[in-house]
């Protein structure tokens, strides 16, 4: 069974920048795609950015440029790195593992304009 912790989340100004992680375990890490999803409220979940264990990476076209997800498979840990944040950036942002497979808990992304 894969646990998911995410952190990193918080209240940020627009244009400023955070750093989300999602610390696995009890899987093997290294051989799983990972990723970033998120909701706001009364919206959908939605895909925002994925990196494939050949470390191979996807990005939703609203976060193009702005994003960008890694990961440490030393560390057993994913990251999304997001700079240039903007209001409609606002939302609980989830990692997951294996395709959807595998979900973390959630961590809460603020946005202030």
């Known amino acids: 069974q894969v646990q998911l912790v995410e952190s990193g989340g918080g209240l940020v100004q627009a244009g400023g920048s955070l750093r989300l992680s999602c610390a696995a375990s009890?899987?093997?890490?290294?051989?799983?795609?990972m990723s970033w999803y998120r909701q706001a409220p009364g919206k959908q979940r939605e895909f925002v950015a994925r990196?494939?264990?050949?470390?191979?990476?996807t990005y939703v076209d609203s976060v193009k440029g702005r994003f960008t997800i890694s990961r440490d498979n030393a560390k057993n840990t994913v990251y999304l790195q997001m700079n240039s944040l903007k209001p409609e950036d606002t939302a609980t942002y989830y990692c997951?593992?294996?395709?959807?497979?595998?979900w973390g808990q959630g961590t809460q992304v603020t946005v202030s304009s």
């Open positions: 997951s593992a294996n395709f959807g497979g595998y």
């Open positions: 009890g899987g093997t890490f290294s051989t799983y795609a």
């Open positions: 990196i494939t264990r050949s470390g191979t990476t």
